[in-house]
Structure formats: structure tokens, C-alpha cells
């Protein structure tokens, strides 16, 4: 914004805290805290409560929400004279980013603001606006006040989003406070912010048979991590348990002790304290350490292997569902053997295209299981914990138009990369 100030440092006009600020919310929520005289954890609680008539009590969980915002947010929400003063202050404290507001005048920010006031945009659920308010909100660096209204982030990232461009900013503010649309976590957390994360949710790397690359992986997971970033790892050219290490056999201890340290990484560098780091791992099902993989997730694996935060993925070739509705046994190969075998790692080869081949080489370690026993492995680990998460490897490369293989995915399986 061209009009405000850059100065260094904290400001020394103290904005105030609470009672002005109360007007946001309505008589009726005033009246229906007033009258139950229950605070909004117990109004929130009375959801999972039906009612007389056997009903799920929805209107107590309205009740909750206006009750949040009277009995807490109300009261720890910083207060300001004017949406000037307010500006002045996040930008001279280093809250906002100056740059991303003196790409518009500032006539065309308040205009912006009053537009996204005027829809009267209300948390219609107690847990909406709980998790808006503990994750998303700009707070002071103590973490005990509040900065922003649900409108003011709304107009925060719509200014930063648009680059200047006010049409722009104008419809992603009436999209996002209509429920249109909404931007990724990392971009609705961090646009505008003067102290944050990237705006990107996904990253997909690629391990590799080798001390240095597991060692650079970790390192890119924690800053991806603290950058705000999702992460998803393909572990399926890590050489299996028990294979041989400068020839010697039986020294190799697999893909899970890597997936532990995934795991304590992603824990680790969490998101700004916003939420925690997100991270995924994604094996092939022709892996020999595959039903090992699977196991970390069941609820009763022991904890020396259960993996409890990271997600898990599998990689899927047509020839194993070929397999399966045959009722044949489905081979599993070792990566090292492969490598060493064909002169590129696992996840480069098509196992469809090569499976029998490989199952001929003697050159190549290989252990067999019934392909519908892995199928039901998956369903049953499916029922208990909602993982794992899963590839189709041919359908996604027979509708890939560029150059190159694509042999995992991220998080939520919607992004690709070769």
C-alpha cells in the first residue's frame, strides 16, 4: 500500500485489546449463551448428545460457535481505531509483507475490506471456526492474541494472490467468503504474512539406492516441512531387507528404519506450530519389503515398526491385478538386483512390461506371495487405519503426455511427477 510507513522495528502506538470488537457477533448468540450459561466447550460437547426426540442436537453446535466468539475470540482480539492505523501497525511490526500492500491504494484496500465485511460471513459450525482461530488466523508473536478477522485473511491473501491486479483480488475475495473456492492450506496460512512459509502444498522427491541420497532427502523433508510444504517420498529403489551390502550378504535393513526417520523428521520441523509436518512415502506392491510396509499401519504392529504419522502409499502395476484375477502367485523383486541387472533403478522399469522376464532371470533375488492375499492385506489395513494410499502405474503413465515415467504420487494422490 503506497501511503503506509516503512519502519523497522515495533511500533509504539499500542493497539487495544477486547470489548470493542464484540459487535461482530449477534443478539440471538448473546442471548442463548446468556440463557444456557454453558461455555462453548460444553455446548460443543452436547452435539454428540440427541435430543428429546432422538435428534443430533445441530443448533448446539451454532450455539457453540457464537459462544467461541463471545466468551474467546472477542476477548483476545486486538483492537484498532482504523483500517489505517491497523495496516500501519502490521507492517511496521513485521507482520504483514509491505510489498504485497503497495501494489494497490488505499482506498481500494478499505473498499476491499468493507466489501468482504459486507457479506456477514459467519462460522456456521463451532469446529470451523475453532480451527480457523488455533491454525490460520494472524496472531501476535506471543501467540495470545488475535490479528486478523476470518475477512482480513480472506483480503490478505487475495491481494497477495492477484499481484496487483485488482479485478482479481476482487473475485478471489467473493469466491473464497462465498465457499467457492478455497486455497490450499500453505497459501491461506501464509500469503501476505511478513513471517511465513512457502505458499506450494506438495513436493515429490525421488530416493535412491545410496547413503548420500536418503541423507539429502531428510535434509530437503525438513526444510520443505518448515517451509509449509507436504512431502512424498518414493522409497522403491531402496534395496530390501536383508540384501547385500558391498556383496556381503544380509546387511541391508530395508525401507523401515528410512520410514522412521521420515517420521521423526516430519514431527520435527512442523508447519510454524500451524499444524504438523505432512509427509508421505510410496513403495511398489512388487517390493519385497512391501508386506513389511504394510504392516507398519496396523493398529497392532509393534512400535518398533508402527509408523503412526506418515502416510503410506503403493504403487500399482496392471500386472498385478492381472495376477490376482488369475489366482496366480505375484513375484516381488529385489531393487539392488534389478539395478544391477538392467542398468537403471526399479521405478524406472515398467514391471508390467518386464514381469515375466524378470521372473526368468535368474540373476535377480525374487520372493513370491498369492496376489490376492496382497490384495486383501490391503483391504484389511485399508478397514483399520484408511491406508494405504494407491498408484494405478500403468493407467497414470498411459495418460501422460510428456516424456518420462511416473512411478509415485503426493499426498493426496492428485499431483503426478516423471
Same mark, same amino acid.
Given at each position: 500500500?503506497?501511503?503506509?510507513?516503512?519502519?523497522?522495528?515495533?511500533?509504539?502506538?499500542?493497539?487495544?485489546?477486547?470489548?470493542?470488537?464484540?459487535?461482530?457477533?449477534?443478539?440471538?448468540?448473546?442471548?442463548?449463551?446468556?440463557?444456557?450459561?454453558?461455555?462453548?466447550?460444553?455446548?460443543?460437547?452436547?452435539?454428540?448428545?440427541?435430543?428429546?426426540?432422538?435428534?443430533?442436537?445441530?443448533?448446539?453446535?451454532?450455539?457453540?460457535?457464537?459462544?467461541?466468539?463471545?466468551?474467546?475470540?472477542?476477548?483476545?482480539?486486538?483492537?484498532?481505531?482504523?483500517?489505517?492505523?491497523?495496516?500501519?501497525?502490521?507492517?511496521?511490526?513485521?507482520?504483514?509483507?509491505?510489498?504485497?500492500?503497495?501494489?494497490?491504494?488505499?482506498?481500494? =484496500?478499505?473498499?476491499?475490506?468493507?466489501?468482504?465485511?459486507?457479506?456477514?460471513?459467519?462460522?456456521?459450525?463451532?469446529?470451523?471456526?475453532?480451527?480457523?482461530?488455533?491454525?490460520?488466523?494472524?496472531?501476535?508473536?506471543?501467540?495470545?492474541?488475535?490479528?486478523?478477522?476470518?475477512?482480513?485473511?480472506?483480503?490478505?491473501?487475495?491481494?497477495?494472490?492477484?499481484?496487483?491486479?485488482?479485478?482479481?483480488?476482487?473475485?478471489?475475495?467473493?469466491?473464497?467468503?462465498?465457499?467457492?473456492?478455497?486455497?490450499?492450506?500453505?497459501?491461506?496460512?501464509?500469503?501476505?504474512?511478513?513471517?511465513?512459509?512457502?505458499?506450494?502444498?506438495? *513436493?515429490?522427491?525421488?530416493?535412491?539406492?545410496?547413503?548420500?541420497?536418503?541423507?539429502?532427502?531428510?535434509?530437503?523433508?525438513?526444510?520443505?516441512?518448515?517451509?509449509?510444504?507436504?512431502?512424498?517420498?518414493?522409497?522403491?529403489?531402496?534395496?530390501?531387507?536383508?540384501?547385500?551390502?558391498?556383496?556381503?550378504?544380509?546387511?541391508?535393513?530395508?525401507?523401515?528404519?528410512?520410514?522412521?526417520?521420515?517420521?521423526?523428521?516430519?514431527?520435527?520441523?512442523?508447519?510454524?506450530?500451524?499444524?504438523?509436518?505432512?509427509?508421505?512415502?510410496?513403495?511398489?506392491?512388487?517390493?519385497?519389503?512391501?508386506?513389511? *510396509?504394510?504392516?507398519?499401519?496396523?493398529?497392532?504392529?509393534?512400535?518398533?515398526?508402527?509408523?503412526?504419522?506418515?502416510?503410506?502409499?503403493?504403487?500399482?502395476?496392471?500386472?498385478?491385478?492381472?495376477?490376482?484375477?488369475?489366482?496366480?502367485?505375484?513375484?516381488?523383486?529385489?531393487?539392488?538386483?534389478?539395478?544391477?541387472?538392467?542398468?537403471?533403478?526399479?521405478?524406472? =522399469?515398467?514391471?508390467?512390461?518386464?514381469?515375466?522376464?524378470?521372473?526368468?532371470?535368474?540373476? =535377480?533375488?525374487?520372493?513370491?506371495?498369492?496376489?490376492?492375499?496382497?490384495?486383501?492385506?490391503?483391504?484389511?489395513?485399508?478397514?483399520?487405519?484408511?491406508?494405504?494410499?494407491?498408484?494405478?502405474?500403468?493407467?497414470?503413465?498411459?495418460?501422460?503426455?510428456?516424456?518420462?515415467?511416473?512411478?509415485?504420487?503426493?499426498?493426496?494422490?492428485?499431483?503426478?511427477?516423471?
Amino acid at each position: 500500500m503506497r501511503s503506509l510507513r516503512h519502519r523497522r522495528g515495533r511500533s509504539q502506538s499500542q493497539p487495544r485489546i477486547g470489548q470493542a470488537v464484540a459487535t461482530v457477533t449477534t443478539d440471538h448468540a448473546q442471548a442463548s449463551t446468556t440463557q444456557t450459561g454453558l461455555d462453548y466447550h460444553a455446548l460443543n460437547a452436547m452435539l454428540n448428545l440427541y435430543g428429546p426426540d432422538g435428534e443430533i442436537q445441530f443448533d448446539k453446535d451454532r450455539e457453540a460457535a457464537n459462544a467461541y466468539f463471545l466468551q474467546h475470540v472477542n476477548q483476545n482480539t486486538v483492537f484498532f481505531h482504523s483500517l489505517k492505523e491497523k495496516l500501519d501497525y502490521l507492517v511496521e511490526n513485521e507482520y504483514y509483507e509491505g510489498e504485497v500492500l503497495e501494489q494497490y491504494d488505499f482506498e481500494f =484496500i478499505k473498499s476491499l475490506m468493507k466489501r468482504a465485511y459486507g457479506y456477514k460471513f459467519r462460522f456456521p459450525t463451532f469446529l470451523g471456526a475453532f480451527k480457523y482461530y488455533t491454525a490460520y488466523t494472524l496472531k501476535t508473536f506471543d501467540g495470545k492474541r488475535y490479528l486478523e478477522r476470518y475477512e482480513d485473511r480472506v483480503v490478505n491473501v487475495a491481494l497477495a494472490l492477484a499481484a496487483g491486479d485488482k479485478e482479481l483480488a476482487t473475485h478471489i475475495v467473493d469466491e473464497v467468503i462465498l465457499g467457492r473456492f478455497q486455497p490450499a492450506t500453505p497459501t491461506f496460512l501464509n500469503a501476505g504474512k511478513k513471517q511465513r512459509g512457502e505458499l506450494v502444498s506438495c *513436493f515429490l522427491l525421488r530416493i535412491e539406492d545410496n547413503m548420500e541420497s536418503i541423507g539429502r532427502s531428510i535434509n530437503s523433508a525438513l526444510q520443505l516441512s518448515k517451509r509449509g510444504g507436504g512431502v512424498a517420498f518414493n522409497l522403491t529403489n531402496l534395496r530390501e531387507y536383508g540384501a547385500p551390502i558391498k556383496q556381503i550378504q544380509n546387511q541391508s535393513s530395508g525401507v523401515i528404519p528410512v520410514m522412521k526417520l521420515f517420521e521423526d523428521s516430519f514431527s520435527y520441523a512442523n508447519q510454524l506450530g500451524a499444524r504438523q509436518g505432512a509427509g508421505a512415502v510410496y513403495l511398489n506392491a512388487h517390493h519385497p519389503d512391501i508386506m513389511r *510396509f504394510l504392516d507398519t499401519k496396523r493398529e497392532n504392529a509393534d512400535e518398533k515398526i508402527r509408523i503412526k504419522t506418515l502416510s503410506l502409499g503403493v504403487v500399482i502395476p496392471d500386472i498385478t491385478f492381472e495376477l490376482a484375477k488369475k489366482g496366480e502367485d505375484m513375484y516381488m523383486f529385489s531393487p539392488y538386483d534389478v539395478e544391477r541387472v538392467y542398468g537403471k533403478p526399479f521405478s524406472d =522399469i515398467s514391471v508390467t512390461e518386464k514381469y515375466y522376464e524378470m521372473v526368468d532371470d535368474s540373476r =535377480i533375488s525374487k520372493t513370491k506371495m498369492k496376489a490376492r492375499e496382497f490384495f486383501q492385506t490391503i483391504a484389511e489395513i485399508q478397514f483399520e487405519s484408511g491406508y494405504p494410499y494407491v498408484v494405478f502405474e500403468d493407467t497414470v503413465n498411459r495418460a501422460n503426455p510428456i516424456q518420462g515415467r511416473i512411478n509415485m504420487s503426493n499426498l493426496c494422490s492428485e499431483i503426478l511427477q516423471v
